[in-house]
Antibody
Framework: QLQLRESGPGTMKPSETLSLTCIVSGGSISSTNYYWGWVRQPPGKGLEWIGN???????YYNPSLKSRVTISVDTSKNQFSLKLTSVTAADTAVYYC???????????WGQGTLVTVSS | QSVLTQPPSMSGTPGQRVTISCSGS????????VNWYQQLPGRAPKLLFY???QRPSGVPDRFSASKSGTSASLAISGLQSEDDADYYCAAWDDNLSGVVFGGGTRLSVL
């Protein structure tokens, strides 16, 4: 059974770069049938799509975040990553990684990791 | 303000049927498929429907989905206490070149 698990810093300061990794187990990230991606959810609010990547293709991002976001895949480690530069308090959210059986059909999801940006 | 519009909250009693709406436009629901998610309190979202009406294995057939024009809906029949959750619709938007979510509907089972 495919499982995803996010790892990240927990707390960070404004202007820093957020780095999150999603470790995929129980299946290969190199599968030709799926995309991989990130979604976030600010506390008490709705879901926001961040972006997706195919294992050997170009990523595509939410236009509102595109200037600050990078998503990459490491097939040797069966994981993919998110980098978000110049974070502010508005980036405080639970960040989820997910496999996409089509965009935007995400299944399954990781458990999520809370990232808090505070000075 | 979300691109896809859902009612913020709804309620029902056990056994009832409820329908959650999701309204969009020609650039999203009108030209692309709709997906639905269920998010139980404190949990990650779970895919309920993809490609408008396709139900992943494990999703009870009490749940059904439909799409017409620029709107979609999720119906839950025989409401149960475990259906108490947030529900989100999502679609690709051609104008924004990205995924858009509805603002979510908080369903309370009284």
């Amino acid at each position: 059974q495919l499982q995803l698990r996010e790892s990240g810093p927990g707390t960070m300061k404004p202007s820093e770069t957020l780095s999150l990794t999603c470790i995929v187990s129980g299946g290969s990230i190199s599968s030709t049938n799926y995309y991989w991606g990130w979604v976030r959810q600010p506390p008490g609010k709705g879901l926001e799509w961040i972006g997706n990547i195919y294992f050997n293709g170009s990523p595509y991002y939410n236009p509102s975040l595109k200037s600050r976001v990078t998503i990459s895949v490491d097939t040797s480690k069966n994981q993919f990553s998110l980098k978000l530069t110049s974070v502010t308090a508005a980036d405080t959210a639970v960040y989820y990684c997910a496999r996409f059986i089509g965009v935007p059909a995400a299944d399954p999801w990781g458990q999520g990791t809370l990232v808090t940006v505070s000075s | 303000q979300s691109v896809l519009t859902q009612p913020p909250s709804m309620s029902g009693t056990p056994g009832q049927r409820v329908t959650i709406s999701c309204s969009g436009s020609s650039s999203n629901i009108g030209s692309n498929t709709v997906n639905w998610y269920q998010q139980l309190p404190g949990r990650a979202p779970k895919l309920l429907f993809y490609t408008n009406t396709q139900r992943p294995s494990g999703v009870p057939d009490r749940f059904s989905a439909s799409k017409s024009g620029t709107s979609a809906s999720l119906a839950i029949s025989g409401l149960q206490s475990e259906d108490d959750a947030d529900y989100y619709c999502a679609a690709w938007d051609d104008n924004l070149s990205g995924v858009v979510f509805g603002g979510g509907t908080r369903l309370s089972v009284l």
